[in-house]
């Protein structure tokens, strides 16, 4: 299903630390179908600030189970919309919300399992919606490690305790702190491949792992990725959300489909059943912000290649990404390029968002 925007209604705003609000929606009846989540998935929020368009993609923080659609925002230093949300916006407002969307979430199952969760700021929010679908569901036990500057910057402090005390044998949180002394020498400091590596060793080396859900700024998803597979930890088993990159890196290209010369391509594509199409030079634009400028209304959302909200599928042609950090393999395997990264290969090009 293509990721449309709907415009809803702000049910609940709570301040969660001095920065953070979370933000509930209003979801009519017959639109909860579309809005059906999993934990760990997010929406996409548009509105106009200063008459221009602005939209952010957010994590939700409810878990499915509590029939809720919350996300948190931090507002950030000359962050336009995290700064609208925690200083302008208020109940009975509207905003254009996309449907839900994203890969990384928990499915959970009939066999125990145990998962290990890491988050620093703000990246506790998808983490906290899985941790409560884990525990929720009775099959598995949760170690989180929750990283940040300081005790009054936890976003959720509460409701974790709470979570503490309601699963005690299946419920370990630690907190590290990288501007404060929690007591615990290990809890002092950012949670960097060193860390990473003192905090299994104290904590997970005699625990077998099944799952491990990463979020946070990218250097630490990184370390604590490499860290993990060092000691043993499958790659196969550990997940990881991006809310932004800040690594400068070369360019990976990922081909898909038959690789073919690069030169003028005819692009087609389908979205909601109709048709867009226009000529595309291979070294030009995206497909995404050429078939804007034809006029296109596609789903996207950070054209960063973060998320996968401009995800589309290619029927016909060959295509190429200059990064992507969204999508799995099977689905690249399958055909699925992050229009937002996407350059054509081929003289031809017929790519779907409705598949």
């Not at 890969?103 to 009939?110: L, P």
């Not at 020498?185 to 590596?197: M, P, S, V």
């Not at 029927?315 to 690249?332: I, Q, T, W």
């Not at 399958?334 to 081929?346: D, E, K, M």
Request: glycine share 6%.
């Amino acid at each position: 299903m293509t990721p449309k925007f709907h415009n809803l209604t702000v049910k609940d705003i709570r301040k969660e630390t001095r920065d953070t609000v979370s933000i509930s929606f209003l979801i009519p009846e017959e639109l909860e179908l579309d809005y059906h989540f999993e934990s760990g998935q997010y929406l996409t929020l548009k509105t106009s600030i200063n008459n221009e368009e602005v939209r952010r993609s957010y994590s939700l923080c409810s878990s499915p189970f509590e029939k809720e659609w919350r996300v948190a925002v931090k507002q950030i230093e000359n962050g336009v919309f995290s700064t609208y949300a925690n200083k302008v916006l208020k109940i009975g407002d509207k905003l254009d919300v996309m449907t839900p969307a994203g890969n990384f979430k928990v499915t959970t199952g009939t066999n125990k399992k145990s998962y290990v969760l890491f988050a620093a700021g703000s990246g506790i929010t998808p983490v906290f919606s899985i941790a409560k679908t884990i525990l929720e569901d009775e099959n598995g036990d949760v170690t989180l490690f929750y990283g940040n500057k300081g005790f009054h910057g936890i976003i959720f402090r509460e409701e974790l305790e709470a979570l503490k005390n309601k699963y005690l044998d299946r419920l370990r949180v630690i907190h590290i702190f990288s501007r404060e002394s929690p007591g615990n020498k290990i809890q002092k400091g950012r949670i960097n491949k060193e860390k990473c590596g003192d905090l299994y060793n104290a904590f997970l080396k005699n625990q077998n792992i099944d799952e491990v859900f990463i979020c946070g700024p990218e250097d630490m998803i990184l370390n604590i990725r490499e860290s993990l597979i060092e000691n043993g930890v499958e790659s196969s088993k550990i997940h990881f959300e991006l809310f932004a990159t800040n690594i400068k890196k070369e360019k990976k290209i990922e081909v898909i489909g038959k690789e073919s010369p690069s030169f003028a391509s005819k692009v087609q594509i389908i979205v909601d059943g109709d048709t867009i199409d226009f000529e595309l030079d291979s070294n030009g634009l995206t497909i995404l912000d050429a078939a804007q400028e034809a006029g296109a209304d596609l789903p996207f959302a950070c054209k960063g290649g973060v998320c996968c909200t401009c995800k589309a599928k290619i029927l016909e042609g060959s295509a190429k990404m200059d990064v992507n950090y969204a999508l799995m393999p099977d689905e690249v395997e399958n055909g699925y390029i992050l229009t937002c990264q996407a350059h054509p290969t081929s003289e031809k090009l017929l790519v779907s968002f409705d598949d």
